[in-house]
């Protein structure tokens, strides 16, 4: 297995603009997380899916982040607009439960001026 | 006070000596323990899990809970350069996984 593919690795945008990533989960894992990594905040759960529903979202930090699920193999984390504060290294993870191993992907990292 | 508290570090150590990493949490809820390890522009990938309390040995790496004292270590025997990283804790109870902030480690040759 290729692992949790993540795409683009950098993205380098102004503010104001639209931000897309994606993710491709690990194939036959059910749980999908979106994480937020930050030198000042660490690493941080923004949402969490579960058979391609969102469980929690209550780690998205305003409406201008958005995240969907259409199929199993396939996620989006959207901000729109995008602000120099969003800023950081996201990461999707993907497993089988929430209490078993998450299987990080390599990050997307965020540049936005 | 946050949920998983973790010394940022950096922690800079020569090749061969026994490091010890360590996390503080405050919520009693908190059954599962992870350590992760995050290589320089990586993604996290677990390096460790146990279950409640006790310790958990696995080759150079020794993880040990205390849930009485809210207190958790993970220690790497004769370290080496390889294992220089970014270690975050983890912890969960019937929620998903909360993270310490890391401590960057170099294990200097």
């Known amino acids: 297995d290729a692992g949790v593919i993540q795409s683009p690795r950098h993205e380098v945008t102004e503010m104001g603009q639209e931000v897309t990533l994606r993710c491709k989960p690990i194939s036959g894992h059910d749980y999908l997380f979106w994480y937020r990594q930050t030198m000042m905040r660490g690493l941080e759960l923004l949402i969490y899916f579960n058979n391609n529903v969102p469980i929690d979202d209550s780690g998205m930090p305003e409406d201008r982040f958005s995240a969907k699920m259409p199929n199993a193999s396939f996620s989006t984390l959207k901000i729109q607009p995008s602000e120099p504060r969003d800023s950081a290294v996201y990461f999707c993870a993907s497993g089988t439960s929430p209490q078993e191993t998450q299987y990080f992907g390599p990050g997307t990292r965020l540049l936005v001026l | 006070q946050k949920e998983v508290e973790q010394d940022p570090g950096p922690l800079s150590v020569p090749e061969g000596a026994i490091v010890s990493l360590n996390c503080t949490y405050s919520?009693?809820?908190?059954?599962?323990f992870m350590w992760y390890r995050q290589y320089s522009r990586k993604g996290p990938e677990l390096l460790m899990y146990t279950y409640s309390s006790g310790n958990k040995e696995d080759g150079r790496f020794t993880a040990q809970v205390d849930k009485s004292s809210k207190y958790i270590s993970l220690f790497i025997r004769d370290s080496q350069p390889s294992d220089s990283a970014t270690y975050l804790c983890?912890?969960?109870?019937?929620?998903?996984?909360?993270f310490g902030k890391g401590t960057r480690l170099s294990v200097i040759a």
């Open positions: 919520n009693s809820a908190f059954q599962y």
């Open positions: 983890a912890m969960k109870g019937n929620t998903p996984l909360v």
